[in-house]
């Protein structure tokens, strides 16, 4: 499968920004997804994650209650709503995909496919 993210640029702090994950060249709802996020000079951190019906979703605890991932099969297509956007929130975002498990995944070495990454800027 290919991945392409988009959606980010330059929000105030209290806006939002909804980005989305483009997928192609695999039947998508055989895929679990997530988010992932790299803040300059930080490690990759996971973000959220969806099962492949949108049953089941895990969030990192300082972005729930702020951001709402989701996915439309028919589509091929994965979102994150961000509201509430906080200049902590800054980072390249990307969308990560693998199959076969009932669980999507927080750790990002059980991602087999990614996206090129978008930015995200929050200003203070």
């Known amino acids: 499968v290919q991945l392409q993210a988009s959606g980010g640029g330059l929000v105030q702090a209290g806006g939002s920004l909804r980005l989305s994950c483009a997928a192609s060249g695999s039947t998508f709802s055989s895929y679990v997804m997530g988010w992932f996020r790299q803040a300059p000079g930080k490690e990759r951190e996971f973000v959220a994650s969806?099962?492949?019906?949108?049953?089941?979703?895990y969030y990192e605890d300082s972005v729930k209650g702020r951001f709402t991932i989701s996915r439309v099969n028919a589509r091929n297509t994965l979102y994150l709503q961000m509201n509430s956007l906080k200049p902590e929130d800054t980072a390249v975002y990307y969308c990560?995909?693998?199959?076969?498990?009932?669980?999507?995944?927080?750790?990002?070495?059980?991602?087999?496919?990614w996206g090129q990454g978008t930015l995200v800027t929050v200003s203070s």
């Open positions: 969806i099962d492949w019906s949108g049953a089941t979703r």
């Open positions: 990560a995909a693998t199959r076969y498990r009932a669980i999507p995944p927080r750790n990002e070495y059980e991602y087999d496919y």
